[in-house]
């Protein structure tokens, strides 16, 4: 069958940095995508990854191999913002979504 | 976990006609559906809030009378697109909120419905 597993929650300090794993088996590949998601709000895209390597965006990074179903999001600099939850997606083949159950990020000060 | 389904998977149509699409959660009952546009590789845009036994509230911009929701019962919500036209094609999700048990509370997304309008 097709799985996307990620850790259910995660706690980290302001200013430091974590990263957010997400593993994958799903029927063909056509993409990876995190997005963030606050309590109420819908989920805000943060990235799609499609080949191998690390893909930087300001403060957050992903990173995707595609031999392993191995993707991360790295968060740096964290700020009491970031805390939301995080979903890891992945595209099969038939271009349909799967989605892990979220990473919820808790920031202390 | 949560299971929810979308049928169909994907679909084409022609310019004018009406698609409908049915979003179901499988294992739980959810009192509120969530209905998402996502356009390619960016992020979802929240068309509407879906609650069950009631009218559904509609993001700004949105129009409630070519998006039709209708969500009949605590695992069953619809979205007919009506009279639809090619910029309607788009990658459609819904998300259910456990309206109980464990997962009280928590979204869970379907696996989307590609819309191609020809």
């Known amino acids: 069958g097709q799985n996307i597993d990620q850790p259910t929650e995660m706690t980290a300090t302001e200013g430091a940095i974590v990263q957010i794993n997400c593993t994958y088996q799903t029927s063909g590949f056509n993409g990876l995508f995190w997005y963030q998601q606050h309590a109420g709000e819908a989920p805000t895209f943060l990235s799609y990854n499609v080949l191998d390597g690390l893909e930087e965006k300001g403060r957050f990074s992903s990173f995707l191999s595609r031999s392993k179903g191995y993707s991360y999001l790295l968060l740096k600099e964290l700020q009491m913002k970031d805390s939301a939850s995080y979903l890891c997606a992945v595209m099969d083949s038939n271009y349909q979504l799967i989605w892990g159950a979220g990473t919820k990020l808790i920031i202390k000060p | 976990g949560a299971v929810v389904s979308q049928h169909p998977s994907r679909v084409i149509c022609k310019s004018g006609t009406s698609v409908k699409i049915e979003c179901r959660s499988l294992d739980f009952q959810a009192t509120t559906m969530f209905w998402y546009r996502q356009f390619p590789k960016k992020s979802l845009m929240l068309m509407a809030t879906s609650n069950e036994g009631s009218k559904a509230t509609y993001e700004q911009g949105v129009e409630k009378d070519k998006f039709l929701i209708n969500h009949a019962s605590l695992t069953l919500s619809t979205l007919t697109v009506t009279s639809a036209h090619p910029e309607d094609s788009s990658f459609y999700i819904c998300?259910?909120?456990?309206?109980?048990?464990?997962?009280?509370?928590?979204?869970?997304f379907g696996p989307g419905t590609r819309l191609t309008v020809l």
């Open positions: 998300s259910a909120v456990s309206a109980g048990g464990p997962s009280y509370n928590e979204q869970f």
